[in-house]
């Protein structure tokens, strides 16, 4: 059961109360463009809730008990029952008549198709993409690296897999195209919750940093055919570590349904 082991972010599980809410950091879904001052206590427990799912502190099956999460966010079931939905939409939880809410378990044939469809998704995206890419671009895409790249060596995962949604929005973002980006991330939301899986090996962290650097140089340098091989292996890593994991908890024939 090793190989099952959850990544643990060093941030705490600790939940945010209304007392604590603004001191949240990050979020990678569409109500991260607010101030957090101005969020929703919906909101910033959509937020924690995803984020111990990505971390593997809320596990796949996992019941979301909406009493026990107003006791511990401090609020009422209005406000849990709006983050749960909230939830359901990205595809992370799910509502299952008379049992309530639970950590969505996605089989890896699911996960297989929807990752199959980012693939030609954001291949699309970079095939698009204007060359050449300015300055400008390339520093904002050089500044989020870096910030990657230091929350990588402090083993800072929740840092990890926020400054990595940040990289590929702004990456794919390049493209122009409204309505690919927004399906983009909404794919990659959906998905979100077997991240945990791939940051539980280190030289998984390291191989993504090199994949960001070098996407940036082939952006620099115009060369569309090293980018977009470079985005069908990025994805590889994550569907090969949950389907291991899956198979070595549920057993061969139950990754398969």
């Not at 008549?97 to 995206?125: C, S, T, W």
Request: hydrophobic content about 40%; proline content about 5%.
């Amino acid at each position: 059961m090793a190989n099952w082991a959850m990544a643990t972010a060093k941030t705490s599980r600790k939940p945010p109360s209304r007392k604590d809410a603004t001191n949240l950091s990050g979020m990678s879904s569409p109500m991260a463009v607010a101030p957090l001052r101005e969020l929703p206590i919906a909101d910033l427990i959509a937020r924690k809730l995803q984020e111990d799912i990505v971390l593997g502190r809320r596990h796949p099956r996992e019941r979301l008990v909406e009493q026990d999460l107003c006791t511990d966010f401090d609020t009422h079931r209005g406000d849990v029952r709006l983050a749960l939905f909230e939830l359901e939409k990205m595809g992370i939880v799910e509502r299952i008549p008379n049992r309530g809410a639970i950590v969505r378990d996605l089989k890896p044939l699911e996960v297989q198709g929807i990752y199959d469809v980012r693939e030609e998704l954001e291949v699309m995206a970079v095939r698009i993409l204007p060359f050449p890419v300015t300055d400008a671009e390339i520093a904002s895409l050089e500044a989020i690296q870096h910030a990657h790249g230091k929350a990588v060596d402090a083993g800072d995962l929740l840092a990890v897999f926020h400054r990595n949604v940040q990289f590929h929005r702004a990456l794919f973002g390049l493209c122009g195209n409204t309505c690919l980006i927004e399906t983009i991330e909404s794919l990659a939301q959906k998905v979100s919750g077997i991240r945990s899986y791939a940051y539980a090996r280190p030289e998984a962290l390291n191989d993504a940093r090199r994949d960001h650097i070098a996407m940036i140089k082939a952006l620099r340098n115009s060369r569309r055919d090293d980018l977009i091989n470079l985005t069908r292996r990025h994805l590889k890593p994550a569907v090969r570590a949950y389907v291991d994991a899956y198979r070595q908890r549920f057993g061969r024939s139950a990754s398969e349904i």
